[in-house]
């Protein structure tokens, strides 16, 4: 899987961004790197970056000015953060602005790769459950209102009589409705139909 992920290094210290590369690329990672922080956030991203290697101490825009940056943007890679000893205080407020981790300086080789595949394993579980969520949302707006009142009923565990007494419609309505809509959501059981709505949020709002 780390393979196919690139990782952003962005670290003002030449020699630590240039070893730290050779070290990610012999592990075979594919690497970018950027000498600040204002460099990496006016770079043009590639789809496929699994994690970002952050140095919070640069000159310009901080690591900690960064992460305020991607806290604004959609799908922002995963962030581990590198800090110099002592800077503890400065990683926890990292991890506050979303920093899935945080390694201090020198770092053993072996815990870097370990934590930068670990980030890049976590993204792309997270850009798949993003996917989905996006599936379900659009497989739920093709219902109609009263299609999607009972799904909601169904999320919540209501059996048909209690929906239909609430939605003031008769029980064999309300089996239609159902039947209906699980063959909108192109699924053939009840628990597929309650997996898509709670992906789609459905189960939030109810």
């Given at each position: 899987?780390?393979e196919?992920?690139?990782?952003?290094?962005?670290?003002?210290?030449d020699?630590?961004?240039?070893?730290?590369?050779?070290l990610?690329e012999?592990?075979?990672?594919?690497?970018?790197?950027f000498?600040?922080g204002?460099?990496?956030?006016?770079?043009?991203?590639?789809?496929?970056?699994?994690?970002?290697l952050?140095?919070?101490?640069?000159?310009?825009?901080n690591?900690?000015?960064?992460?305020?940056?991607?806290?604004?943007?959609?799908?922002?890679?995963?962030?581990?953060?590198?800090?110099?000893?002592?800077?503890i205080?400065?990683?926890?407020?990292?991890?506050k602005?979303g920093?899935?981790?945080?390694?201090?300086?020198?770092?053993?080789?072996?815990?870097?790769?370990?934590?930068?595949?670990?980030?890049?394993?976590?993204?792309?579980?997270?850009?798949?459950?993003?996917?989905?969520?996006?599936?379900?949302?659009?497989?739920?707006?093709?219902l109609?209102?009263?299609?999607?009142q009972?799904?909601?009923?169904?999320?919540?565990?209501?059996?048909?009589?209690?929906?239909?007494?609430?939605?003031?419609l008769?029980?064999?309505t309300?089996?239609?409705?159902?039947?209906?809509?699980?063959?909108?959501?192109?699924?053939?059981?009840?628990?597929?139909?309650?997996?898509?709505a709670?992906?789609?949020?459905?189960g939030?709002?109810?």
């Amino acid at each position: 899987m780390a393979e196919r992920h690139v990782v952003a290094v962005v670290d003002d210290d030449d020699a630590v961004r240039l070893s730290t590369a050779r070290l990610l690329e012999r592990a075979g990672l594919r690497v970018q790197t950027f000498a600040s922080g204002d460099a990496f956030l006016e770079a043009r991203l590639p789809d496929q970056m699994g994690c970002i290697l952050l140095d919070m101490r640069m000159p310009g825009r901080n690591g900690l000015d960064v992460l305020r940056v991607l806290s604004e943007r959609d799908s922002a890679p995963a962030v581990l953060v590198l800090t110099g000893h002592g800077d503890i205080p400065l990683a926890v407020e990292a991890m506050k602005l979303g920093a899935i981790d945080f390694l201090e300086k020198p770092y053993q080789p072996g815990a870097l790769i370990g934590a930068v595949e670990g980030a890049c394993e976590l993204r792309a579980r997270s850009r798949a459950s993003e996917a989905a969520k996006g599936e379900a949302a659009e497989l739920t707006r093709t219902l109609s209102e009263r299609q999607r009142q009972v799904l909601e009923g169904i999320v919540q565990g209501k059996p048909n009589k209690i929906i239909a007494y609430e939605l003031d419609l008769s029980i064999r309505t309300v089996e239609a409705y159902r039947a209906q809509l699980l063959d909108k959501l192109g699924v053939r059981s009840t628990a597929e139909a309650v997996r898509i709505a709670l992906a789609a949020g459905i189960g939030a709002e109810v």
